[in-house]
């Protein structure tokens, strides 16, 4: 597996910000992988809570179950089912003021 270079991880990273979050289901492993650890550099390392949330969130749309998110990212279990319920409620209350939008 080749390396991805710091200007590659930097493009995919700066498109996801900017609005391309479906990229992240395009992803090969080595590409995942390299964002990945990227952020655990720049951020999760450092205890930055939002990039340890960017992390998790990776990991659950990807289907990871909790237990294996909290002991990999080593956080309390309960902690990663909070976040995880946060999430997808601001994503059902997005989709309803979408479809709200929509009807108008």
């Known amino acids: 597996m080749s390396k991805l270079s710091q200007e590659e991880v930097q493009s995919l990273r700066s498109r996801i910000h900017h609005g391309e979050q479906e ?3 395009t992803l090969t492993p080595e590409q995942f992988f390299a964002l ?3 952020d655990y550099d720049t951020g999760f390392a450092a205890g930055k809570a ?5 992390i998790l969130c990776m990991l659950a ?3 990871m179950p909790a237990e294996k998110i ?3 990212l ?6 990663v089912r909070v976040i ?3 999430k997808q409620a601001h994503i059902e209350k997005c989709r309803k003021n979408l479809e ?3 009807k108008l």
């Open 100 to 102: 709200q939008v929509v």
């Open 61 to 63: 749309a990807d289907g």
């Open 70 to 72: 909290a002991l990999l």
């Open 50 to 54: 939002s990039e340890q949330k960017e």
């Open 84 to 86: 995880m319920v946060s």
């Open 36 to 38: 990945l650890s990227h």
């Open 23 to 25: 990229l992240i289901s």
């Open 74 to 79: 080593r956080m309390k279990i309960e902690t």
